[in-house]
């Protein structure tokens, strides 16, 4: 039966009057978190919640600006050695005391966590040991000079020795595990479906608004706004950019926006294994080389792109077109790398150098459920490849399918947080030589490899002039770019809708957080 458009909006008017419910909260995701073990995988919709139970040494505000976290000091004993001094008194979930000890043993399970498709262990990379000096106090011992240290660790979080020693990603999903130090307690996980979490009165930071919470996975951003709508969810992220308009305008809906550090990109697959599955002659016939190892060829698929029609007509206005993975005025952003123009025939006489005077056929695969507009990006992307001989079609799966898969494709798309807040999150983890020892490649699922850009990144991270260390890392950016190491498209704009009565500082780094969810 189909409610005539006055009725619907009595409805929506109705459920919006609604007060707000200060004790429970509920919350529409578009993404899908794969695990309540906060080192299984380093993808935001899973750091969202882990960051409701799980603590950290150091923290990062809405801004991205560095706060005390589990550590309320730190500081540089020498090049090599840093001292951090935790918060007494810190209990976690089931009363057990928060000692030193468990940060060494956070360190060593955040390196390698079995069965992870991208990991935690790049930003530890520099860490050579760590000590508990006393129950209070960690000591940490770099390779080499990492002035970048205290801002990695906000990306690990903090769990307990007595809890997680001997258990796996299964114990961490069922609640047996999940034991933090957090402001919100396990109660419920529900993959693909909902995460609810219980209000933990003893923790040491700020005021939470909320007894429960329930992070409901919405993966269709037409679905989350009539939720939102419909008075069913009370902030919902990612709202569909045709949808903003009509939410903003709506009466008892606040939404909340602030670019974003996100960048959406293409990476292609060097490597003549699975992904060659995706990938053949231009009358479908199998090729003894993989045409993506070619630089001129990933050259010429950039410059086929015309990224601002994209960020126009299918962003509509919630994105940047970009040449580079980091916004404007982020560190190691640079002013003189442009966006690449489109140029249908220097493409074609690229590939025509190449040997693929003829083209190629080529599978792009992209998630169905993770970035918004993400498939009609892709099948833009699809008929501009298509129009310079490479014949493109497109497979779209759901993120938990995409995400195990990733390493046999051919070419997808991505999109990277830039967790360190300057360009070495890309340098190390997707761009770095894979290579658990080295702590590089964790999110490396292409294969590629280019020893020099690895040795640069190296390089520049062990300097502790900022203005020296930046140019260092501006310097690489050139090289992963000039080598077609992934073909950037554009930074993301963050937004959340929300009901009336309702604040949420927007998040540079997109994450949801119940905890800062507040109540007018």
Not at 419 to 428: H, N, P, Q, R, V
Not at 451 to 470: C, F, G, N, Q, V
Request: charge should be negative; proline fraction near 6%; charged fraction near 20%.
């Amino acid at each position: 039966m189909k409610l005539r458009p006055i009725l619907l909006s009595a409805l929506c008017a109705a459920a919006l009057a609604m007060p707000v419910n200060a004790e429970d909260l509920t919350i529409g995701v578009g993404g899908t978190a794969t695990s309540i073990d906060p080192h299984f995988y380093n993808a935001s919709p899973n750091n969202s919640i882990a960051m409701q139970i799980f603590d950290r040494l150091t923290e990062r505000d809405a801004a991205g600006q560095l706060l005390p976290g589990l550590a309320e000091r730190w500081e540089a004993v020498d090049e090599l050695q840093w001292r951090f001094s935790l918060r007494p008194d810190i209990k976690w979930h089931d009363g057990e005391a928060f000692t030193a000890d468990d940060v060494v043993f956070t360190f060593e399970r955040a390196r390698d966590v079995p069965n992870s498709p991208g990991g935690f262990g790049g930003f530890l990379r520099a860490v050579e040991s760590v000590e508990a000096a006393d129950d209070a106090t960690v000591l940490i011992t770099t390779k080499a000079p990492a002035p970048n240290l205290p801002g990695d660790l906000a990306n690990i979080a903090i769990v307990s020795r007595h809890a997680g020693e001997g258990a796996d990603t299964s114990d961490y999903n069922s609640g047996k595990a999940a034991i933090g130090t957090g402001a919100f307690r396990f109660k419920e996980f529900r993959q693909g479906d909902q995460i609810t979490l219980d209000r933990n009165p003893d923790w040491w930071g700020h005021d939470v608004a909320w007894d429960t919470v329930t992070y409901r996975v919405i993966s269709s951003a037409g679905g989350r706004t009539t939720a939102m709508l419909a008075g069913d969810v009370d902030i919902i992220d990612t709202p569909a950019a045709a949808d903003l308009a009509r939410l903003q305008s709506t009466d008892g809906i606040t939404v909340e926006s602030t670019p974003g550090l996100r960048v959406i990109y293409l990476v292609g697959s060097p490597l003549a294994g699975p992904q060659m599955q995706f990938i053949s002659g231009p009358n479908g016939e199998a090729l003894s080389e993989n045409p993506l190892a070619d630089v001129r060829v990933r050259k010429a698929l950039s410059i086929a792109l015309n990224r601002e029609a994209i960020v126009d007509r299918i962003m509509e206005g919630t994105a940047t077109a970009s040449g580079q993975w980091l916004p404007e005025g982020a560190f190691s952003y640079s002013p003189d790398i442009a966006v690449p123009e489109q140029d249908a025939e220097a493409a074609k006489a690229l590939l025509a150098e190449a040997g693929y005077p003829d083209g190629f056929r080529l599978t792009v695969h992209v998630p169905n459920d993770r970035y918004p507009n993400a498939p009609a990006v892709v099948q833009a992307v699809a008929q501009m490849w298509t129009r310079i001989g490479v014949q493109t079609t497109v497979e779209a799966l759901p993120w938990i399918t995409y995400s195990a898969k990733m390493s046999e494709f051919a070419m997808k798309l991505l999109g990277l947080g830039n967790a360190t807040f300057d360009a070495s999150s890309m340098l190390i983890n997707v761009l770095g030589t894979a290579d658990k020892e080295r702590g590089l490649g964790a999110s490396n699922d292409s294969g590629y490899s280019n020893p020099k850009l690895d040795e640069m990144t190296a390089a520049a991270l062990s300097i502790y002039d900022d203005a020296e260390r930046e140019q260092a890392l501006i310097a690489a950016v050139k090289v992963a770019l000039e080598d077609g190491a992934i073909l950037p498209l554009y930074q993301q704009t963050n937004s959340w809708a929300m009901r009336e009565g309702l604040t949420y500082a927007p998040r540079i780094d997109e994450r949801t957080l119940a905890k800062d969810i507040m109540v007018k």
